[in-house]
């Protein structure tokens, strides 16, 4: 049954609710700002995070709106069940092997060398400081885009479900994110996200129960939609996403299934706000805790996200029932698929806790965006340069932090109100990119004592090189598999630059892996 002619009626009901919430987290902030007394704690809370809340912290930043409105509206629709190949792939390759391989090791070896982000990693393990100041502009430029990406996704839903207009709903969620970081740092993240993964759980597993439940049960949805049909491409000529399991266009459907999948999975392994997560645990030994309680999390959250997306074609079986999101030129606007879904046929009472879920994910994954890219500028390259002593110093870097908060909301804020189409392609542009530059001098970096500095910035340049070439030259439909190869040369061309360039200093080896 269609909640629409309802729904206005619980406007007001939400909008209360909402600013309840978010009087609640900015509580929240104020009191971990009292608990913030450098940049340790700002950045890392002083590496002291528990099990809990580290695998909510990891979860709640792996899944934001991006994923429910964009991913699911998308890639749902075009792919439809099949999309649960990237559920698989983000709970155990992206949640449990991300943990397990690289959690400890990250944890102790960047606690030897004294490192507190990923350029820092890269310099003290490499040896070399301008690697420092070249990772931290290149995390600072491609968050941004991934930030924007976030704040469009949640703004089409705040303008769905509050009467919100776009550019009032991102001012909103700009200057809550603002103030609220600019507050507490991380440590304020870490406590928040734990309501807000608790939401989030909830939430999901409510809404997927209803929406299989109005459809006949989940054996009968999934046998309704592995049935075939007769699907368009899912390209048109100029790259706009349509409908299909497959594509007669540049790439064939299943290669960008294929490619999605793997830069979802191994994306965050490069990913500095979530290998922020590693670093900041409390004790290495947490680890399998962390992995349970993070996987299920992770499986819990994806599924609810990919699956409703699946459920679409089951709700809209015809194009008189797509008419709603269709745009003048006749294409369908499948960034707002999800939001008029929700609104559509989600239960009013159910629409407030899915608009909190939705809510929660995008605000733990801005704050982590945030604040990495706020510590590219003032850890990484304002440290880098600076001639104070070490207690101004520190000092000073707090409150470039947190004035770099507010600009990187700024900016994103900005560059989301040019609604550029297809929240999605921001996305894995920028975990593309960003997987390209640092996931295999990362991960050599933990494991191989004979990566050198030579192979690390071959690394760091091809993957970068090869991700700028092939956006521009594929455009759209290109962008998952130019993503998925500007991570995989990388891997290839770390360990032969290594193996033809002399072996790193003992003494950089023996800080790293600790030995004598």
């Known amino acids: 049954m269609e909640n629409s002619g309802t729904f206005s009626n619980h406007t007001l009901l939400y909008t209360g609710i909402v600013c309840a919430y978010v009087l609640v987290m900015l509580c929240i902030g104020y009191w971990c700002m009292k608990r913030t007394h450098n940049v340790g704690d700002f950045f890392l809370g002083n590496r002291s995070l528990g099990p809990w809340m580290s695998a909510f912290a990891y979860g709640t930043s792996y899944f934001s709106a991006v994923i429910f409105i964009g991913y699911a509206g ?93 550019s009032d709903a991102l001012i909103f969620l700009a200057l809550l994110t603002g103030v609220y970081l600019v507050m507490g740092g991380y440590f304020a993240v870490a406590v928040s996200d734990f309501i807000r993964g608790l939401v989030e759980f909830l939430g999901v597993m409510l809404m997927v129960y209803l929406l299989i439940h109005m459809k006949g049960g989940l054996a009968t949805t999934f046998h309704q939609l592995c049935a075939p049909v007769n699907m368009p491409d899912l390209f048109t000529p100029d790259g706009a996403l349509k409908s299909a399991a497959d594509s007669g266009g540049l790439f064939a459907g299943w290669l960008i299934l294929v490619s999605l999948v793997f830069i979802t999975s191994f994306g965050p392994w490069a990913l500095p706000q979530m290998v922020q997560k590693f670093y900041s645990m409390k004790d290495e030994r947490d680890v399998l805790r962390i992995v349970f309680i993070a996987g299920t999390l992770s499986l819990i959250l994806s599924f609810g996200a990919y699956y409703t997306g699946a459920l679409t074609h089951l709700f809209f079986p015809s194009a008189e029932d797509l008419a709603p999101i269709m745009t003048e030129t006749g294409k369908l606007n499948l960034d707002i698929l999800i939001p008029h879904f929700i609104v559509t046929y989600v239960p009013a009472w159910l629409v407030l806790l899915i608009l909190l879920l939705v809510f929660s994910a995008s605000m733990s994954s801005l704050s982590s965006l945030v604040l990495v890219s706020s510590s590219a500028i003032a850890i990484d390259i304002y440290g880098t340069f600076s001639t104070l002593e070490q207690k101004k110093k520190e000092k000073r870097t707090m409150l470039y932090m947190r004035l770099l ?22 996305m894995v542009i920028a975990w593309g990119a960003l997987g390209g530059a ?20 071959a690394g760091m340049i091809s993957g970068l090189g090869i991700s700028i070439v092939l956006f521009i030259k594929w455009g759209s439909p290109g962008i998952p598999v130019a993503g998925a190869i500007s991570m995989i040369v990388p891997m290839i061309v770390v360990p032969v630059v290594s193996l033809m360039t002399p072996a790193p200093d003992q003494k950089l080896i023996d800080k790293a892996f600790g030995g004598k």
């Open 405 to 426: 908060c507010a600009l990187f909301v700024l900016v994103s804020l900005l560059l989301a109100l040019v609604k550029i189409n297809f929240i999605v392609n921001l």
């Open 74 to 166: 998308k890639l749902g629709w075009g792919f439809g069940v099949q999309t649960l190949w990237i559920v698989v792939g983000n709970t155990l390759i992206g949640t449990v092997l991300a943990w397990l391989v690289l959690a400890k090791r990250t944890r102790v070896m960047t606690a030897r060398l004294n490192a507190m982000t990923m350029p820092e990693f890269m310099a003290e393990r490499y040896g070399s400081k301008p690697m420092k100041v070249l990772s931290g502009i290149t995390i600072f430029c491609l968050l941004v885009p991934y930030s924007a990406s976030v704040y469009m996704g949640l703004s089409y839903l705040f303008q769905k479900t509050m009467g919100l207009g776009y």
């Open 438 to 457: 640092f996931l295999a001098p990362y991960v050599y970096g933990l494991f191989w004592k004979r990566t050198t500095k030579a192979g690390a910035y």
